[in-house]
């Protein structure tokens, strides 16, 4: 009866920690963490912009935001075109 009881307790813990594993993955795809890192560049290169008295600076401050956007939205595709290639 012991075994069965500790047993149970082992799949319990690891059911908990694969629905923690869940939620992180899902986080790490989520449009809110996009646009949410995506805001953080936008502020940082425009308080850095602004600081080294660059023109424009908020107007500038889109390109490095942008790229990431784009790399964030782009890099999904060439992650599944190198494990197929990879798994061949």
């Known amino acids: ?26 986080w790490e795809t989520s449009v809110m963490r996009t646009l949410s890192l995506s805001a953080a560049t936008y502020i940082i290169a425009g308080i850095f912009m602004q600081s080294v008295h660059l023109s424009y600076p908020w107007l500038n401050a889109f390109v490095p935001t942008l790229g990431y956007y784009l790399s964030t939205r782009s890099l999904p595709f060439v992650k599944r075109w190198w494990m197929r290639r990879r798994n061949k």
């Not at 813990?13 to 992180?24: F, G, K, L, P, S």
């Open 1 to 26: 009866m012991d075994s069965i009881e500790n047993l149970e307790k082992r799949i319990a813990v690891i059911e908990e920690r694969n629905r923690r594993v869940e939620a992180e993955k899902a």
